[in-house]
Antibody
Framework: QVQLVQSGAEVKKPGSSVKVSCKAS????????ISWVRQAPGQGLEFMGG????????KYAQKFQGRVTITADESTSTAYMELRGLRSDDTALYYC???????????????WGQGTLVTVSS | SSELTQDPAVSVALGQTVRITCQGD??????AGWYQQKPGQAPVLVFY???NRPSGIPDRFSGSSSGNTASLTITGAQAEDEADYYC????????????FGGGTKLTVL
């Protein structure tokens, strides 16, 4: 079973950047896609983007294009999500999750990190 | 990107059956996944695909799909099923993206 452990909570100023890490154990890190999903307080889940470590080619949701960078370090089995130009509405719980498919066609998330709270406040 | 629509809130009497629905164009092409999220916890996958339940999920959780609508049914709802439920599917834009529904708050009375 894959386990994902994320870095701790962050408090950031508007306009700054945050980088959240997600360390994986179990499974073969290089080959399974890691996605980032965020959840604003009291709100729903929002897909930000993802990466397959072995391919090193991230995909980003259009909303976050130009502001987010997702990377992966195979040597440490760790994925990262950096968000720049932080605004107050970026205050949210940020999750990493393993994207999984039973048939290579449909996408689900079968393992989740514990979440990292990012608070943007002046 | 495509969108998935869920009812914001649903209630069910203890022991009764409840259906939570999810609508969207992407569901004509892809099967939905369903997640249960309790306060302060990460989401948990409870049903996916045509007819699949992850290991450890009670068999009172089942799913179905027709046209642009996917449904999660809880047969004999328990107090511990009170939670937020989210659906997801692959995005029809074809960029390996994923879309989520807005979530349904389930209250067990």
């Amino acid at each position: 079973q894959v386990q994902l452990v994320q870095s701790g909570a962050e408090v950031k100023k508007p306009g700054s950047s945050v980088k959240v890490s997600c360390k994986a154990s179990g499974g073969t890190f290089s080959t399974y896609p890691i996605s980032w999903v965020r959840q604003a307080p009291g709100q729903g889940l929002e897909f930000m983007g993802g990466i397959i470590p072995i391919s090193d080619t991230p995909k980003y949701a259009q909303k976050f294009q130009g502001r987010v960078t997702i990377t992966a370090d195979e040597s440490t089995s760790t994925a990262y999500m950096e968000l720049r130009g932080l605004r107050s509405d970026d205050t949210a719980l940020y999750y990493c999750a393993r994207r999984w498919s039973a048939n290579g066609y449909d996408y689900y998330f079968d393992s989740w990190g514990q979440g990292t709270l990012v608070t943007v406040s002046s | 990107s495509s969108e998935l629509t869920q009812d914001p809130a649903v209630s069910v009497a203890l022991g009764q059956t409840v259906r939570i629905t999810c609508q969207g164009d992407s569901l004509r092409s892809y099967y939905a996944g369903w997640y249960q999220q309790k306060p302060g916890q990460a989401p948990v996958l409870v049903f996916y695909g045509r007819d699949n339940r992850p290991s450890g999920i009670p068999d009172r959780f089942s799913g179905s799909s027709s046209g642009n609508t996917a449904s999660l049914t809880i047969t004999g709802a328990q107090a511990e099923d009170e939670a937020d439920y989210y659906c997801n599917s692959r995005d029809i834009t074809g960029n390996h993206h994923v879309v989520f529904g807005g979530g349904t708050k389930l209250t067990v009375l």
